[in-house]
């Protein structure tokens, strides 16, 4: 590609954001999950504040809770689909990225990608979609193992996105109800939802996780 067809790309690039503002949070979302952790937290920085006052303009008139969260919800679902497509680049670069990490670094990567070949093969696009509705910073090693696997992109990119856009409705629709209800209510409101079985089911994956794979391991050595 020329130089002058990437200037061009990019004023029409900056023309579409002036245009439309909403795009922002698309790369709000990006900036959040791209660089193998080291993204910015545009999601506590941004988004949630933004929220916020949303809410809080609304409940000075009103009492319902869906207009809010309905204003806020598309920055909430370009910031998801932008998160997403930030964990493109470690999925599609796997295997580049692999071979120039240390020797350790790189036989705990490819034994996370065995267990998930084990674990996944007849269930590949839930297993991403459970990653991804879980807030992890390791999603990152996901995303590489995924690539070491050659999983299509299409399955990785849908079920990230699918994952990401439940996670951040739900998040968002609690910081609206905590805003209506205030303070002294958030706690009796996140005992009544059903967060205490979403935190029980990711202790449950994460045990199992290392449990195979330690026995993983076992076998690595054995051999």
């Known amino acids: 590609m020329r130089r002058s067809d990437v200037g061009f790309a990019f004023c029409l690039f900056l023309c579409l954001l002036y245009c439309c503002p909403l795009l922002w949070w698309f790369l709000y979302g990006v900036a959040s999950s791209i660089g193998l952790g080291t993204g910015a937290n545009t999601g506590v920085l941004i988004l949630m504040p933004h929220t916020a006052t949303v809410a809080r303009r609304h409940f000075l008139v009103s009492d319902n809770v869906w207009p809010p969260y309905m204003e806020a919800l598309p920055p909430t679902l370009l910031h998801a689909v932008g998160s997403a497509c930030g964990e493109l680049p470690p999925f599609v670069i796997a295997d ?34 459970v990653f991804a509705c879980w807030p992890s910073m390791f999603f990152d090693m996901c995303g590489l193992c995924a690539g070491l696997l050659k999983m299509n992109k299409r399955t990785f990119l849908s079920a990230t996105i699918a994952g990401k856009i439940l996670k951040s409705c739900f ?29 029980w089911l990711g202790y449950a994956m994460t045990a199992y996780a290392l449990y195979t794979y330690s026995v993983t391991q076992k076998k690595n050595v054995m051999s």
Do not use: C, H, N
Request: hydrophobic share 50%; no cysteine.
């Open 96 to 129: 580049r990225l692999v071979e120039k990490m240390p020797a350790v670094a790189r036989r705990q990567v490819q034994s996370m990608a065995a267990w998930m070949r084990r674990s996944g093969v007849a269930f590949r696009w839930a297993v991403i979609f």
């Open 171 to 199: 998040l968002e629709y609690g910081l609206v109800m905590a805003v209506r209800e205030g303070e002294d209510q958030v706690g009796r409101w996140i005992d009544q939802a059903p967060t205490e079985y979403m935190m």
